[in-house]
């Protein structure tokens, strides 16, 4: 009988080698386990982004956005859909004033289906955050080639991140963007020509900042070209495959300039222009930029006027790992497969620092970077755990490593993530007391035909239901080139009467009108800004220079610190300035009762009134200081007068009381004395 010869597997005797096949173990998910991951991917991102809404919504018993701009894509969606024109007030402002065409015509399409603004905003910024989840986990997936698991616990990274979630609530084209980033990215790995191109075109459509994704990938691509003989894995697009990529890219690209040079004679939109001209690095700064804006920011994962750090810290150091690996392969000359991404990186922020050093508001303008940081740093961690699996041999140690790096940057960026929760709340409180009611201010007051003029056009142009003037020029141009000169404010005022506005809707930090008590104040219960609206007079309203507001936002970081002497020369300058000017006489006597001189605190306190009688704050401290002299006679009229223009003020009233018994103990002091004679 013949023997049957059974093939016994030779065990490995390469330690190296055995720990390598260990450690790169292919793990693919069966239908069942895939269809979850892809479950997950999916609901949780909605999930959490509800959990933020919901807080926010039971914390201030209404819906708002952490952004004033979300409005201003609600306003030219709707008016397109109404009045078919691509303007902001009716069809009469029409203008390239949208940063992101795109999604304007995205919420003017939404328009048709749901009509309520704020759920309509919310389902586009959790849906695309929806689509740039999926995609992202293609994308890791590809990355981490036959490793699913760690291209899924990549992608949780990115939905639990709490700039993510607060981004996709805010109304904006950020979850948009970095969708159709992704999905790009994704497309031009897998070598996929014409989705690729149509993504590549769409990003410009979404943001101009987009070309520094171009940039990126032609880098990319001409290194892959160099490579390509030498390492064969690397593929290349055909011929025919290249030309279908520029065919399509080019009809995107033309469309989306032409567009724009119908609407506003330029190839690019106002508000690119706008915000170049008034956030130039003439007047910012670029070291400050790079260090707070940016560093800061992907370290400690935070920036004004949020600051909540932690999560980034440990995704940090995978990162820098990752670049340090990419300068050693092009030295080596070997394709690193972060080089798009990292290239995207470095670009975008450079054309910041150069062209536009500013960050805005959270940082907004770097989150596009946030997934592409976090799949670096991913990648950063398992080459780590690779390296270490290489001189350890030990496949399950070098495994944990990764799986422990990931665990504190889950636990770090859930923490982060509640704390966050609270910050989004505080947040669209704080538009909504200072934006929103002002348009409801203008909705109830004011009347049909009032123009208002304005920096913060985004929920007055939406709910007012009033004609807008941009003085920041976002969609009044002709405004654009004039905002850093020296007498804007003069040149600003001309307009303003030329094209008839009524009235003012300013933070002070912005702009201040002197000696005109604001028709409507809106709540300074969160710091720091405050709006104003007056009244527009032509022949009598005077809005103070940039140079003399500027010296009134320094006098009261003064103030603050108590600093007299500061204080009252920084005013003598404001006074050379502005020598009419109410506020500046009230500041300068604060400075004066610092430093106990009555005389000239009671002097300057008469001047403010002499130019402002109903100046309310220089009447209230006036009197409370009458009072504590014994002058109660004179006290009383400046009380009563604080009390008339402000019934509920609780310090005149307590003051009020004070005097009223001090006057009616003289009176029967005085009646005693007289029945004794």
Same mark, same amino acid.
């Given at each position: 009988?013949?023997?049957?010869?059974?093939?016994?597997?030779?065990?490995?005797?390469?330690?190296?080698? /055995?720990?390598?096949?260990?450690?790169?173990?292919?793990?693919?998910?069966?239908?069942?386990?895939?269809?979850?991951? /892809?479950?997950?991917?999916?609901?949780?991102?909605?999930?959490?982004?509800?959990?933020?809404?919901?807080?926010?919504?039971?914390?201030?018993?209404?819906?708002? !956005?952490?952004?004033?701009?979300?409005?201003?894509?609600?306003?030219?969606?709707?008016?397109?859909?109404?009045?078919?024109?691509?303007? !902001?007030?009716?069809?009469?402002?029409?203008?390239?004033?949208?940063? *992101?065409?795109?999604?304007?015509?995205?919420?003017?399409?939404?328009?048709?289906?749901?009509?309520?603004?704020?759920?309509?905003?919310?389902?586009?910024?959790?849906?695309?955050?929806?689509?740039?989840?999926?995609?992202?986990?293609?994308?890791?997936?590809?990355?981490?080639?036959?490793?699913?698991?760690?291209?899924?616990?990549?992608?949780?990274?990115?939905?639990?991140?709490?700039?993510?979630?607060?981004?996709?609530?805010?109304?904006?084209?950020?979850?948009?963007?970095?969708?159709?980033?992704?999905?790009?990215?994704?497309?031009?790995?897998?070598?996929?020509?014409?989705?690729?191109? #149509?993504?590549?075109?769409?990003?410009?459509?979404?943001?101009?900042?987009?070309?520094?994704?171009?940039?990126?990938?032609?880098?990319?691509?001409?290194?892959?070209?160099?490579?390509?003989?030498?390492?064969?894995?690397?593929?290349?697009?055909?011929?025919?495959?290249?030309?279908?990529?520029?065919?399509?890219?080019? #009809?995107?690209?033309?469309?989306?300039?032409?567009?724009?040079?119908?609407? *506003?004679?330029?190839?690019?939109?106002?508000?690119?222009?706008?915000?170049?001209?008034?956030?130039?690095?003439?007047?910012?700064?670029?070291?400050?930029?790079?260090?707070?804006?940016?560093?800061?920011?992907?370290? $400690?994962?935070? !920036?004004?006027?949020?600051?909540?750090?932690?999560?980034?810290?440990?995704?940090?150091?995978?990162?820098?790992?990752?670049?340090?690996?990419?300068?050693?392969?092009?030295?080596?000359?070997?394709?690193?497969?972060?080089?798009?991404?990292?290239?995207?990186?470095?670009?975008?922020?450079?054309? /910041?620092? /150069?062209?536009?050093?500013?960050?805005?508001?959270?940082?907004?303008?770097?989150?596009?970077?946030?997934?592409?940081?976090?799949?670096?740093?991913?990648?950063?961690?398992?080459?780590?755990?690779?390296?270490?699996?290489?001189?350890?041999?030990?496949?399950?140690?070098?495994?944990?490593?990764?799986?422990?790096?990931?665990?504190?940057?889950?636990?770090?960026?859930?923490?982060?993530?509640?704390?966050?929760?609270?910050?989004?709340?505080?947040?669209?409180?704080?538009?909504?007391?200072?934006?929103?009611?002002?348009?409801?201010?203008?909705?109830?007051?004011?009347? $049909?035909?009032?123009?208002?003029?304005?920096?913060?056009?985004?929920?007055?142009?939406?709910?007012?239901?009033?004609?807008? #003037?941009? #003085?920041?020029?976002?969609?009044?141009?002709?405004?654009?080139?004039?905002?850093?000169?020296?007498?804007?404010?003069?040149?600003?005022?001309?307009?303003?009467?030329?094209?008839?506005?009524?009235?003012?809707?300013?933070?002070?930090?912005?702009?201040?009108?002197?000696?005109?008590?604001?028709?409507?104040?809106?709540?300074?219960?969160? *710091?720091?800004?405050?709006?104003?609206?007056?009244?527009?007079?032509?022949? $009598?309203?005077?809005?103070?220079?940039?140079?003399?507001?500027?010296?009134?936002?320094?006098?009261?970081?003064?103030?603050?610190?108590?600093?007299?002497?500061?204080?009252?020369?920084?005013?003598?300058?404001?006074?050379?300035?502005?020598?009419?000017?109410?506020?500046?006489?009230?500041?300068?006597?604060?400075?004066?009762?610092?430093?106990?001189?009555?005389?000239?605190?009671?002097?300057?306190?008469?001047?403010?009134?002499?130019?402002?009688?109903? !100046?309310?704050?220089?009447?209230?401290?006036?009197?409370?200081?009458?009072?504590?002299?014994?002058?109660?006679?004179?006290?009383?009229?400046?009380?009563?007068?604080?009390?008339?223009?402000?019934?509920?003020?609780?310090?005149?009233?307590?003051?009020?009381?004070?005097?009223?018994?001090?006057?009616?103990?003289?009176?029967?002091?005085?009646? *005693?004395?007289?029945?004794?004679?």
């Amino acid at each position: 009988m013949k023997k049957i010869k059974i093939p016994v597997k030779k065990k490995r005797t390469n330690k190296e080698d /055995y720990g390598k096949y260990s450690f790169e173990e292919p793990f693919k998910p069966g239908k069942v386990l895939k269809i979850v991951f /892809y479950a997950i991917v999916i609901l949780l991102p909605v999930l959490l982004a509800f959990i933020y809404l919901r807080f926010a919504v039971n914390s201030n018993k209404y819906m708002s !956005f952490p952004l004033d701009d979300p409005w201003i894509h609600l306003t030219f969606g709707k008016n397109l859909i109404e009045y078919f024109s691509f303007s !902001f007030f009716k069809g009469e402002m029409v203008t390239a004033g949208s940063t *992101s065409p795109l999604y304007t015509l995205i919420v003017a399409i939404g328009f048709l289906i749901v009509s309520n603004e704020m759920i309509l905003s919310y389902a586009l910024g959790v849906g695309f955050f929806v689509l740039a989840s999926l995609a992202f986990y293609r994308l890791s997936s590809f990355e981490f080639d036959k490793e699913n698991l760690f291209a899924l616990l990549c992608t949780l990274i990115f939905i639990i991140d709490k700039w993510m979630n607060f981004i996709s609530l805010s109304g904006m084209e950020t979850t948009m963007f970095i969708f159709l980033l992704l999905a790009c990215a994704y497309f031009y790995r897998i070598r996929s020509a014409i989705p690729f191109a #149509v993504f590549l075109g769409l990003i410009i459509w979404t943001r101009p900042d987009g070309v520094a994704f171009i940039a990126a990938v032609v880098i990319d691509y001409l290194l892959v070209k160099h490579y390509s003989k030498d390492q064969l894995n690397l593929k290349l697009f055909s011929s025919k495959e290249i030309k279908t990529i520029g065919i399509i890219f080019g #009809v995107i690209i033309a469309a989306y300039f032409g567009m724009n040079y119908f609407l *506003s004679g330029t190839i690019l939109p106002n508000t690119y222009n706008a915000k170049l001209t008034y956030y130039s690095p003439e007047f910012r700064s670029r070291w400050d930029f790079l260090s707070l804006e940016v560093w800061n920011f992907f370290k $400690e994962g935070s !920036f004004y006027p949020v600051s909540v750090g932690g999560s980034y810290y440990l995704i940090m150091i995978g990162f820098i790992f990752s670049f340090g690996k990419l300068i050693y392969d092009i030295y080596k000359k070997n394709y690193n497969q972060n080089t798009l991404y990292i290239a995207f990186a470095l670009i975008m922020v450079f054309i /910041y620092w /150069y062209k536009l050093p500013y960050a805005h508001r959270f940082g907004r303008y770097m989150m596009p970077l946030i997934p592409f940081f976090i799949l670096v740093g991913t990648i950063g961690f398992r080459d780590i755990a690779r390296i270490i699996n290489k001189f350890s041999n030990n496949p399950l140690f070098s495994r944990s490593i990764f799986y422990i790096l990931i665990g504190i940057t889950y636990f770090n960026g859930i923490k982060n993530y509640d704390e966050v929760r609270v910050a989004y709340a505080v947040e669209c409180r704080y538009i909504h007391d200072r934006q929103v009611n002002a348009a409801y201010w203008f909705q109830k007051y004011s009347k $049909e035909g009032d123009v208002i003029a304005t920096h913060d056009i985004g929920a007055i142009g939406f709910y007012s239901g009033r004609k807008v #003037v941009d #003085v920041a020029g976002l969609v009044t141009p002709e405004l654009i080139s004039k905002i850093n000169d020296k007498d804007y404010v003069q040149y600003m005022t001309e307009y303003l009467k030329e094209h008839n506005v009524t009235y003012l809707a300013f933070l002070r930090e912005w702009y201040r009108v002197a000696n005109q008590t604001p028709l409507y104040t809106t709540p300074d219960n969160i *710091s720091p800004e405050i709006m104003d609206i007056y009244k527009f007079n032509p022949d $009598e309203t005077h809005v103070l220079s940039r140079e003399a507001n500027e010296l009134v936002m320094y006098g009261l970081k003064l103030v603050n610190q108590k600093a007299a002497q500061q204080l009252i020369h920084f005013m003598n300058r404001l006074l050379v300035l502005e020598p009419n000017y109410a506020y500046a006489y009230y500041l300068r006597a604060y400075g004066y009762s610092i430093l106990k001189d009555d005389l000239n605190y009671e002097k300057d306190l008469n001047s403010a009134l002499s130019i402002m009688p109903d !100046f309310k704050d220089a009447n209230l401290y006036y009197g409370i200081y009458l009072s504590t002299k014994g002058r109660f006679e004179e006290s009383k009229v400046l009380l009563d007068k604080v009390i008339t223009m402000e019934p509920l003020n609780k310090i005149a009233k307590d003051n009020l009381v004070i005097v009223n018994d001090s006057l009616n103990a003289r009176i029967t002091q005085e009646g *005693s004395f007289n029945q004794f004679k």
